[in-house]
């Protein structure tokens, strides 16, 4: 990195395994590190949610797909559950992850079939614990609850098809 220049620095989590990402603009494309590592990133955005990305000379389309409680990413077909923190604004976001109060829904975050229910009405549950299953381009994603508390109502049954911000669940 450039000495007096003071790089862009987030801390990435892809699949529970942790990066720290160290970015500096050089006019149009970025230049940085990744864990130590040199490397250099072109990027734009060529849709909505979706970039094309140069990473040291090799090609990538990169889809976002962000529901209220997660972030993933998509590339070449695979999904990719992803957390990026900024470790300036850490401290701000602790702060924001209080426990919340009040009724909070589990919403599909995309089309699908519901292929298991993990969880019945009046459970307990954990904070980030799976809840009910979805299939959506023959992949199986489990969606966690919200919050810790008790399933007060479920929204949707095995086999039954499901749209992007449907309710499935409610935990209070």
Same mark, same amino acid.
């Given at each position: 990195?450039?000495?007096?220049?003071?790089?862009?620095?987030?801390?990435?989590?892809?699949?529970?395994?942790?990066?720290?990402?160290?970015?500096?603009?050089?006019?149009?494309?970025?230049?940085?590190?990744?864990?130590?590592?040199?490397?250099?990133?072109?990027?734009?955005?060529?849709?909505?949610?979706?970039? +094309?990305?140069?990473?040291?000379?090799? +090609?990538?389309?990169? %889809?976002?797909?962000?529901?209220?409680?997660?972030?993933?990413?998509?590339? %070449?077909?695979?999904?990719?559950?992803?957390?990026?923190?900024?470790?300036?604004?850490?401290?701000?976001?602790?702060?924001?992850?209080?426990?919340?109060?009040?009724?909070? %829904?589990?919403?599909?975050?995309?089309?699908?079939?519901?292929?298991?229910?993990?969880?019945? /009405?009046?459970?307990?549950?954990?904070?980030?614990?799976?809840?009910?299953?979805?299939?959506?381009?023959?992949?199986?994603?489990?969606?966690?609850?919200? %919050?810790?508390?008790?399933?007060?109502?479920?929204?949707?049954? /095995?086999?039954?098809?499901?749209?992007?911000?449907?309710?499935?669940?409610?935990?209070?």
């Amino acid at each position: 990195m450039a000495e007096g220049r003071t790089p862009m620095t987030y801390d990435v989590v892809i699949e529970g395994k942790s990066y720290r990402l160290e970015l500096e603009r050089e006019g149009d494309t970025y230049r940085g590190q990744l864990d130590g590592t040199p490397v250099r990133l072109d990027a734009i955005l060529a849709r909505p949610d979706v970039i +094309s990305l140069i990473v040291d000379g090799k +090609s990538y389309e990169v %889809k976002r797909e962000l529901t209220p409680r997660d972030l993933h990413l998509w590339i %070449k077909g695979a999904r990719y559950a992803v957390e990026v923190r900024d470790p300036r604004s850490l401290q701000s976001r602790r702060a924001g992850r209080e426990p919340a109060a009040g009724p909070r %829904k589990l919403i599909a975050p995309m089309p699908g079939k519901v292929v298991r229910l993990l969880i019945k /009405e009046k459970d307990r549950v954990e904070a980030g614990q799976g809840m009910v299953v979805i299939e959506a381009m023959k992949m199986q994603n489990e969606l966690k609850s919200p %919050k810790q508390g008790t399933v007060q109502k479920l929204c949707a049954s /095995e086999g039954s098809l499901v749209n992007a911000g449907d309710v499935l669940a409610v935990v209070e």
